[in-house]
């Protein structure tokens, strides 16, 4: 560190290190409440530009929405716009374009943060911070200029990075990281997914609608073993029958570049298998990302796994010193380290904060998408709860099938005694915005009851929830009571 003393250091109210979907929120929020703030991140894009917006705007939620999009819409026009009665008898893939675009989203989108900081008043800082004791923080540019910075409170948010596998380590352009998976310039003919969590079903999916034969390894027995079973294989069907090659209970030893090709070597569980292919995308998960972030008497402890310690409020064992998002507890989503975010810039403020960690939606954006709150099935039987369930097909919705898009159902568990809605899992079109419905209930502590008095419009995708919640009480409308 310079000789400097805190005294003379640029002073702030809130420093927050890391600007990612936890870290600028957080800064924002904190300006909006009257205080000085900072906010400090090291991000650099591949062509060394610094950005802010994390993995999520950078190389991770919006980049794969964009993709995600324009796969899906020409997956459309081969499978499904047929029977619309359109017929396009040459469509092509210009991937190129499709990276153009998605570059184009995401240069608008991290953009657009500072221009939000400006208008709260944040000070961008891009490089990296280092927290020392008495929130004292150090800032090393990216021309390498140092500043020492002081704060009443300081906020990390400093994200998480892609698991690497020692039996299959990064090795681009061969094996990448989702990141890699997301600029890949052509279709590979054979791409190889080591992992079938959220990330590698949806850039398995990517490629398999471009064109890519797609195989998917998951280490574990049971698909999605951490969503709803009745969901998981409702999903598995579909995706499936989309021609994704998933292989449950499949565990890699060994991943081998020769020459232009990956050799794979993985166990089934009954003998050793081999499989080739031309690009392998290791898909198995995030570590909290620590890496120079705290010095030796910042007073900030990491638990077993690597994650900064909290309490309920994001409070590390450091006082006024806070963690969020990816690298605290809990699930790594981007609207849960958001919303920590603004609890934790309003607690410093005074204000009333607080997060309802049980109430806290998960999607898969494949077609169909995948969407649940709250308990799945399993967890409620383990718990000894009694309790009741509403199922609704999307065949049985006159929006979904006026869509070609009738796949999948909703489902409702709701408490026996008091009726109380317990956990939603949807797999169908457009589960991701459908979800907000059951999030909104669960937040109010609504049943299933009110759910079936709410009126939703005629026709709508929504009517599912409606249908689901009666099927509950097996007073559903419009389909079979099961």
Request: proline share 4%; charged share 25%.
């Amino acid at each position: 560190m310079p000789n400097e003393s805190p005294a003379n250091a640029d002073r702030f109210d809130v420093i927050v290190i890391g600007g990612g979907p936890a870290g600028y929120p957080a800064a924002i929020r904190a300006a909006q409440n009257g205080l000085r703030v900072a906010c400090i991140d090291e991000w650099k894009n591949r062509d060394g530009s610094p950005a802010f917006g994390g993995t999520c705007l950078n190389a991770g939620c919006i980049p794969s929405k964009a993709l995600l999009e324009s796969s899906e819409l020409y997956y459309r026009t081969q499978h499904e716009f047929a029977a619309h009665g359109i017929r396009i008898s040459a469509a092509t893939v210009d991937v190129a374009q499709m990276q153009k675009r998605k570059s184009t989203i995401v240069r608008g989108m991290t953009q657009g943060i500072l221009a939000l900081f400006k208008g709260a008043g944040v000070t961008p800082l891009q490089g990296h911070g280092q927290l020392h004791g008495g929130k004292r923080v150090e800032f090393t540019g990216h021309d390498g200029a140092r500043r020492s910075l002081a704060a009443q409170h300081v906020v990390l948010a400093s994200g998480s990075a892609p698991i690497e596998l020692r039996t299959a380590a990064f090795r681009a352009p061969h094996i990448v990281d989702s990141w890699g998976a997301l600029d890949f310039p052509a279709v590979p003919r054979r791409l190889g997914v080591i992992g079938a969590g959220v990330i590698g079903l949806e850039l398995g999916s990517v490629w398999r609608r471009l064109g890519a034969e797609v195989v998917v390894l998951e280490a574990l027995p049971d698909f999605l073993a951490f969503a709803d079973q009745q969901l998981a294989k409702e999903a598995l069907r579909h995706l499936k029958k989309q021609g994704l090659d998933i292989r449950l209970g499949a565990k890699v030893s060994a991943a081998t570049v020769r020459g232009e090709e990956v050799d794979v070597t993985y166990s089934d569980g009954r003998a050793e298998q081999r499989l080739t292919v031309d690009r392998l995308v290791v898909a198995v998960g995030r570590r909290p990302y620590t890496q120079d972030l705290l010095a030796g008497d910042s007073g900030v402890d990491l638990d077993e796994r690597g994650f900064i310690s909290v309490d309920e409020h994001c409070r590390t064992t450091a006082a006024e010193v806070w963690a969020i998002g990816d690298c605290v507890r809990g699930p790594m989503l981007a609207h849960k380290g958001k919303e920590e975010g603004v609890m934790v810039a309003d607690r410093i403020a005074g204000r009333f904060g607080e997060i309802n960690y049980q109430v806290i939606p998960s999607v898969i954006y494949t077609a169909p998408e995948i969407a649940w709150v709250g308990l799945t099935e399993e967890q409620i039987k383990a718990s000894g709860r009694a309790y009741k369930s509403g199922i609704f097909p999307f065949a049985a919705s006159g929006r979904a099938r006026a869509m070609e898009q009738a796949q999948g159902f909703a489902k409702i568990l709701a408490a026996k005694d008091d009726d109380q809605i317990l956990g939603v899992h949807i797999v169908g079109p457009l589960a991701g915005e459908l979800i907000a419905e059951a999030v909104l209930a669960m937040e109010y502590s609504a049943s299933s009851e009110d759910l079936q008095r709410t009126i939703h419009a005629h026709p709508t995708l929504a009517e599912a929830l409606h249908e689901a919640a009666l099927n509950v009480d097996k007073r559903a409308i419009d389909t079979l009571n099961r």
